[in-house]
T-cell receptor, first 114, second 110 residues
Framework: DTAVSQTPKYLVTQMGNDKSIKCEQN?????MYWYKQDSKKFLKIMFS???????INETVPNRFSPKSPDKAHLNLHINSLELGDSAVYFC?????????????FGEGSRLTVL | SQQGEEDPQALSIQEGENATMNCSYK?????LQWYRQNSGRGLVHLIL?????REKHSGRLRVTLDTSKKSSSLLITASRAADTASYFC??????????FGQGTRLTINP
């Protein structure tokens, strides 16, 4: 019973390609996030959706486009991939206003751009 | 920037010893959270401490928060090999987002 699941777990692709990562949560949470973890383990927030509405959009290149078809799903599409996009991308969810405020993370999607 | 900074970046101790990690941040916060990340896995929430709290315990974990110094510490007592992981602090300042630091890589030697 995976709470936050991401696919694919690994993605190897060439520069210039377009790729997508999908995320689903079965926790009934109303808010989902995308984080990027670089090779130095630094976690940077990218986007957040609350009930399908974009609420956080950090300074991310517009080659990155999130989409939330419903509050249980948040996908990330990346156009014209660059070497610097290589990283591990984490999806996370939580219930805003919940008592703990904790984030539940997926296992990550490791993207390698060659 | 709100970002937390963990110190030390890496820590190696013997099994059974206590491990202390520190986190400093720059802006006022609503709460501070600690997470653990095992190699190749996602982050797992450990404990949350609110800005009006000074200390919290959970099992072998003890977290302190000093809002005047904008710092927090995570103490793991009686460490075990399974505690080997990276530990991250994350701060929340009311913008509905958690901002993470770079983490402390903890190694417990048997």
């Amino acid at each position: 019973d995976t709470a936050v699941s991401q696919t694919p777990k690994y993605l190897v692709t060439q520069m210039g390609n377009d790729k997508s990562i999908k995320c689903e949560q079965n926790l009934g949470h109303d808010t989902m996030y995308w984080y990027k973890q670089d090779s130095k383990k630094f976690l940077k927030i990218m986007f957040s959706y609350n009930n399908k509405e974009l609420i956080i959009n950090e300074t991310v290149p517009n080659r990155f486009s999130p989409k939330s078809p419903d509050k249980a799903h948040l996908n990330l599409h990346i156009n014209s991939l660059e070497l610097g996009d290589s990283a591990v991308y984490f999806c996370a969810s939580r219930q805003l206003g919940g008592s703990t405020g904790e984030l539940f993370f997926g296992e990550g999607s490791r993207l390698t751009v060659l | 920037s709100q970002q937390g900074e963990e110190d030390p970046q890496a820590l190696s101790i013997q099994e059974g010893e206590n491990a202390t990690m520190n986190c400093s941040y720059k802006t006022s916060i609503n709460n501070l959270q600690w997470y653990r990340q095992n190699s190749g896995r996602g982050l797992v929430h450990l404990i949350l401490i609110r800005s009006n709290e000074r200390e919290k315990h959970s099992g072998r974990l003890r977290v302190t928060l000093d809002t005047s110094k904008k710092s927090s510490s995570l103490l793991i007592t009686a460490s075990r090999a399974a505690d080997t992981a990276s530990y991250f602090c994350a701060t929340e300042a009311g913008a509905q987002k958690l901002v993470f630091g770079q983490g402390t890589r903890l190694t417990i030697n048997p």
